[in-house]
């Protein structure tokens, strides 16, 4: 079984719905609430997504994850999802930036770290995703690194290339999804542009939490 595992609001939710479509099998939402209506359902069973009529329930392809202490027991294939942390940090601890949020980040930050290093120790197949690459103009590379890990219908690859964005929106048509934060351009400042001008003093603290996490080798690339 694959796991798709990656900090909250990184992303995972489309990777699941283009994970479905690809290969025509569901995923599974994070254990312990696979069973509970309305919940880490499968995206196909969602109310609001057209395109996943054929997906079938019988052989579940992956898992969701968040944190390392929720993976599940069996994982032999890994794909971790990785957005920019100050990101990734802010949008699911609190906007615009509290004392509570800010203790929150503290222990986001510890998380976040922890998935880099499962990844970095796994040992079967793995991929790493970029957030951003799936809203921008990178798309395509992160089809690919999908595409490593699953056995992708060729037909329907094909067509979600030649038609990216109607797949996008029709994802986030899900219940409880927010549209995307990112900025066409592939920027990935955009609640810690926000933070920055209004509460610059928390955004610094933002900053402190995330230098382990960018000098980190399996990002330090990416963005530098």
């Known amino acids: 079984m694959v796991t798709i595992l990656s900090y909250p609001r990184s992303g995972n939710h489309f990777v699941r719905y ?3 479509f690809l290969t025509g099998r569901a995923t599974l939402g994070a254990v312990g609430f696979t069973r509970i209506p309305g919940q880490d359902t499968p995206i196909c069973l969602r109310s609001g997504p057209q395109f996943l ?3 079938s329930l019988e052989a579940p392809v992956a898992n969701k994850a968040h944190f390392v202490h929720t993976l599940p027991k069996h994982t032999d294939r890994l794909v971790l999802i990785v957005r920019h942390p100050i ?3 802010i949008s699911h601890n609190g906007h615009p930036l509290s004392r509570s ?3 929150k980040l503290e222990s986001g930050a510890t998380e976040f770290l922890a998935n880099l290093n499962y990844f970095e120790k796994f040992r079967g197949s793995k991929e790493i995703v970029f957030y951003e690459d799936l809203l921008g103009e990178g798309y395509t590379e992160a089809l690919q ?3 490593r890990v699953f056995e992708f219908d060729n037909d329907r690859l094909a067509d979600l290339v030649d038609n ?3 797949y996008r929106v029709d994802s986030m048509k899900s219940p409880l999804r927010r549209p995307v934060s990112v900025k066409k ?8 542009d926000k933070i920055q001008a209004k509460n610059p003093k928390a955004f610094e603290f933002c900053e402190s939490l995330v230098v382990n996490i ?3 080798k399996l990002i330090t690339e990416h963005y530098g």
């Open 145 to 147: 690194a999908l595409s």
């Open 164 to 166: 990216f964005q109607k």
């Open 87 to 89: 990101e990734a940090l």
């Open 185 to 192: 351009n592939g920027s990935s400042r955009f609640y810690s």
């Open 101 to 103: 949020s800010m203790t």
């Open 18 to 20: 283009l994970v479905e």
């Open 214 to 216: 960018l000098n980190h």
């Open 53 to 55: 009529t054929h997906v």
